[in-house]
């Protein structure tokens, strides 16, 4: 369960990369092409990760895989994968 400042920071962010989409002459739709990259594992970006992955998933029509298959996440000693 993730607490409201956290739920609060992801909504924050899902709001910036709309911003930069449309600056961009992207529509919101976009956000289901990109691919994001985020650092840290912890609590915060855990909860911005779903957050982004389930307006994917729920606005544009993909599946929690194929929206989950557009995220890297990176620490001081690279990429996250499930080997490591």
Same mark, same amino acid.
């Given at each position: #369960?993730?607490n409201?400042? %956290? @739920?609060?920071?992801?909504?924050? /962010?899902?709001?910036?990369l709309?911003?930069? #989409?449309k600056? @961009?002459?992207?529509?919101? $739709?976009? =956000?289901?092409? @990109?691919? &994001? /990259?985020? *650092?840290?594992?912890? +609590? *915060?970006?855990?909860? /911005? &990760? =779903?957050? %982004?992955? !389930? *307006?994917? !998933?729920?606005?544009?029509? =993909?599946?929690? $895989? $194929?929206? +989950? +298959?557009?995220?890297?996440? /990176?620490?001081?000693?690279? =990429?996250?994968?499930?080997?490591r």
């Open positions: #369960m993730f409201d400042d %956290i @739920q609060g920071t992801a909504a924050t /962010v899902l709001a910036g709309y911003g930069a #989409m600056v @961009q002459g992207l529509t919101p $739709e976009s =956000l289901k092409h @990109q691919r &994001i /990259v985020v *650092a840290g594992a912890g +609590s *915060a970006g855990s909860g /911005v &990760i =779903l957050t %982004i992955r !389930n *307006a994917i !998933n729920k606005r544009y029509g =993909l599946t929690k $895989e $194929e929206a +989950s +298959s557009r995220f890297y996440i /990176v620490d001081k000693d690279g =990429l996250i994968s499930k080997h």
